[in-house]
Structures are given as structure tokens and as C-alpha cells.
């Protein structure tokens, strides 16, 4: 049972440097979303998709932009990484408006140097 | 504007006592659901337990339960005959459901002592 699948789970950047989070869900879910986790804050919503074609800001979108490429997958990329977005990165999927639990990847660790 | 408040930051609890988590919301929508979601040291996000605004009766999983006080906007999660395997981090969520949003809060860590 693969669920949400994020890749790579690691990855070292040097500021200024460019990447793609790649985001894939197999459970034919509508919405996607990406979060990232610091200490001491929670998991604080980047952008989400409430369907295939549609994404929306979520409470710190600045410095990321996001991709929903089909149903199942949902990127988020950083154009220009700085120290203050190494953090851990967590995608998640759910069935829809008002139904489901989110149900989340394993989380992607990015340093940026 | 759509807020998630957890006040508690850490907290140790006696093995096999009960616990409560406390999680205030803020929301303009009428429709909205509540969660609760577990982080052990692992790092995995695992769901415990949900609550939907217009539900009349307070959910329960197991040991979780949600107190569920709408009127006071709270949604506290109580643990009963806690165990060492609780020792986690804790997070209450809340989605509106005019748009799909959901947002958390910085969320509790729980530590249960022997």
C-alpha cells in the first residue's frame, strides 16, 4: 500500500539553487497539500489543492510555487532556496470536502546551506 | 480568520492516568470539521480521531474521545488509562469546508512517566 509517496526524503541545497518536492497519491483522492514542520510551530499549510486544476495559497506561500500535474500528483518547488526554508516538508492527500482524513508521506528533510 | 490554539507546549502525565489535550479554534464558516493527529519521535503523522461541526455527539476512538464544546469553540482531546506509547507529539487541526483549507495548530508534546 503506497499512499502518498514524496521524493528525494533527503536533500542538502546550497542557497540560491533550485527544487522540486514531487508529491503522488494512489488513493484517488481530490485534495493535496503541503505543509512544513519547524520546532516550536507546527505544521503550517504552504499551498493546497481542493481538485484537479485548482490550487490556492495556504498561510506562508511566499518563496514556493506549486504544480497540480494531474490527480495524483501535487509538486512544490522553491526557484530560489534560502536558510530559512530548510525545514521538513509533508504532503498530504484526502478523499474531498467533507469527508476523510488527511493522510500524509513520510515527510522530505531540506537543508539549505 | 480561520485559528488553531494549542496552550500547551509539554506535558507529563502519570502512566495510566487520563489525559486532556486542550485545542481552541476560530472560524467564521458554520461548517467545519475538527482533528486530532498523533507525531511520535518516528516522525509519522497518524489520525486519531475526527469531529465534524453539526455532529450531535461527541466522537470517540478507543481511548481518544473529543470533548467537544462548540459554543466555547474547543475541541480537547482526552486520553483515558494512558500508556508509555502515547509519549508523542500532538496536533489538533481544523477544516473549513467552504474551501478544503485545513490548518494546525503548534501543537502539545506529550511525555507519560513509569
Known amino acids: 500500500n503506497a499512499g502518498v509517496t514524496q521524493t528525494p526524503k533527503f536533500q542538502v541545497l546550497k542557497t540560491g539553487q533550485s527544487m522540486t518536492l514531487q508529491c503522488a497519491q494512489d488513493?484517488?483522492?481530490?485534495?493535496m497539500y503541503w505543509y512544513r514542520q519547524d520546532p516550536g510551530m507546527g505544521l503550517r499549510l504552504i499551498y493546497y489543492?481542493?481538485?484537479?486544476?485548482?490550487?490556492d495559497k495556504g498561510e506562508v506561500p511566499n518563496g514556493y510555487n506549486v504544480s497540480r500535474l494531474n490527480k495524483r500528483e501535487f509538486s512544490l518547488r522553491l526557484e530560489s532556496a534560502a536558510p530559512s526554508q530548510t525545514s521538513v516538508y509533508f504532503c498530504?492527500?484526502?478523499?474531498?470536502?467533507?469527508?476523510?482524513?488527511?493522510?500524509f508521506g513520510e515527510g522530505s528533510r531540506l537543508t539549505v546551506l | 480568520a480561520q485559528k488553531i490554539t494549542q496552550t500547551q507546549p509539554g506535558m507529563f502525565v502519570q502512566e495510566k492516568e487520563a489525559v486532556t489535550l486542550d485545542c481552541t479554534y476560530d472560524?467564521?464558516?458554520?461548517?467545519?470539521?475538527l482533528f486530532w493527529y498523533k507525531q511520535p519521535s518516528s516522525g509519522e503523522m497518524i489520525f486519531l480521531i475526527y469531529?465534524?461541526?453539526?455532529?450531535?455527539q461527541n466522537a470517540t476512538e478507543g481511548r481518544y474521545s473529543l470533548n467537544f464544546q462548540k459554543a466555547r469553540k474547543s475541541a480537547n482531546l482526552v486520553i483515558s488509562a494512558s500508556q508509555l506509547g502515547d509519549s508523542a507529539m500532538y496536533f489538533c487541526?481544523?477544516?473549513?469546508?467552504?474551501?478544503?483549507?485545513?490548518?494546525f495548530g503548534k501543537g502539545t508534546r506529550l511525555h507519560i512517566l513509569p
Open positions: 487541526a481544523m477544516r473549513e469546508n467552504r474551501d478544503d483549507k485545513i490548518i
Open positions: 472560524t467564521s464558516d458554520p461548517s467545519y470539521g
Open positions: 489543492s481542493a481538485s484537479e486544476g485548482t490550487t
Open positions: 488513493m484517488n483522492h481530490n485534495s
Open positions: 469531529q465534524g461541526s453539526y455532529d450531535q
Open positions: 498530504a492527500s484526502r478523499q474531498g470536502i467533507n469527508t476523510g482524513e488527511l493522510f
